[in-house]
């Protein structure tokens, strides 16, 4: 097993990433197993980050947003609904869950929900209203549309519904999706992971999978992936495919909100120092937009009408600074943009 050092961890992994190389839309979508899609704009930067196709007007075609793997939303290809739903396991019988809806109205209601929006009441909270208008009580109203999911996420689950991207909250019936066996949907996602998001740690791929660890050596050995390894501080990482990357790091890149590269990986030592691990992820789990400067995470942005603020981890040279300015004014080219420098989050 061949060494590689830090540096050049973290040059295959933005190579990996469509970080360094755009790609195409749809391959950006599947190679990195979905867009995390907490806030609704960040899938969209993510792709005009990473997607040389991407169209402001268009970039949501053909994409749809359920919950995915760690159960977090994802916006998703619609063609490739079933691998993600199938990765998570498929039950056709309504069961118990811990919102607290009875089982014996979860189909009457289900049904009553995908009748509104095929009929084209789609916006989430004039469906709401329709409930309402057809006897349910309010208690039940807030279970069903519970905002961690309730029985909206019941039916995403079981392909009956699902979001449309960005930042209205409609709903639309998708396709049936093309059910897979689930051990056979969760290896081809760990395909994808390590091909994308390597060379990682098996510690890594649980991180971004939320599968257990016996699971994932247990997959990986009977799916019989020809995996590579190369040693990184006496771990092994491991990646699919070949590995070739330019000698020296970009000057400036910049990353969506819940970005795949800080969600991808429990070691994020590659990209961010431990002290500033704080100031890049809050304590309540939230991943702000940030800005790699010569290879480490080191400032925040914030993107407003006419505007982006840089909220730096510290003091930047005005060096750093003009190099950040200058990757935000690229990346919306297509607007003016007025770049403004907040104050350090550390003295």
């Not at 990473?50 to 159960?71: M, Q, T, V």
């Not at 996602?189 to 257990?212: H, I, K, N, Q, S």
């Not at 799916?223 to 699919?240: E, T």
Request: hydrophobic share 40%; with cysteine; aromatic share 10%.
């Amino acid at each position: 097993m061949s060494g590689i050092d830090r540096q050049e961890l973290l040059l295959h992994t933005l190579q990996n990433q469509y970080l360094l190389e755009k790609g195409e839309r749809l391959d950006v979508l599947s190679g990195l197993c979905g867009l995390q899609a907490q806030f609704a704009n960040n899938p969209r930067y993510a792709l005009r980050i990473r997607a040389r196709d991407f169209s402001e007007k268009s970039w949501s075609a053909g994409l749809l947003k359920i919950w995915s793997h760690r159960n977090t939303i994802h916006v998703i290809r619609e063609d490739e609904l079933g691998l993600f739903l199938s990765a998570k396991g498929h039950h056709l019988e309504w069961g118990e869950s811990w919102w607290d809806i009875p089982v014996k109205v979860k189909p009457y209601w289900a049904a009553f929900i995908r009748e509104k929006v095929a009929g084209g009441i789609d916006e989430r909270e004039t469906v709401k209203r329709e409930c309402r208008r057809a006897g349910m009580e309010e208690s039940l109203v807030k279970r069903v549309f519970h905002g961690w999911g309730g029985l909206i996420k019941e039916m995403s689950d079981r392909g009956m519904i699902a979001y449309r991207p960005g930042t209205e909250k409609r709903f639309f019936l998708p396709e049936e999706p093309a059910w897979m066996d689930r051990d056979e949907a969760r290896l081809e996602l760990m395909r994808r992971y390590f091909e994308r998001f390597g060379p990682a740690t098996e510690a890594d791929c649980v991180a971004f999978t939320g599968y257990r660890i016996t699971e994932v050596r247990e997959l990986l050995r009977r799916g019989g992936l020809p995996l590579r390894s190369v040693d990184m501080g006496g771990a092994p990482h491991f990646y699919l495919g070949r590995l070739h990357a330019p000698r020296s790091l970009p000057d400036c890149i910049y990353l969506a909100g819940f970005d795949q590269l800080v969600m991808g990986y429990k070691d994020r030592s590659r990209f961010l120092e431990h002290e500033d691990k704080p100031l890049a992820v809050n304590q309540a789990g939230i991943v702000y937009p940030g800005i790699l400067l010569h290879g480490r995470l080191c400032a925040r942005w914030k993107k407003e009408p006419g505007r982006l603020s840089i909220t730096p981890f510290r003091p930047l040279t005005s060096a750093l600074k003009d190099i950040a300015a200058a990757g935000g004014r690229e990346l919306f080219a297509d607007e003016q943009v007025e770049i403004v420098f907040l104050e350090p989050c550390r003295p």
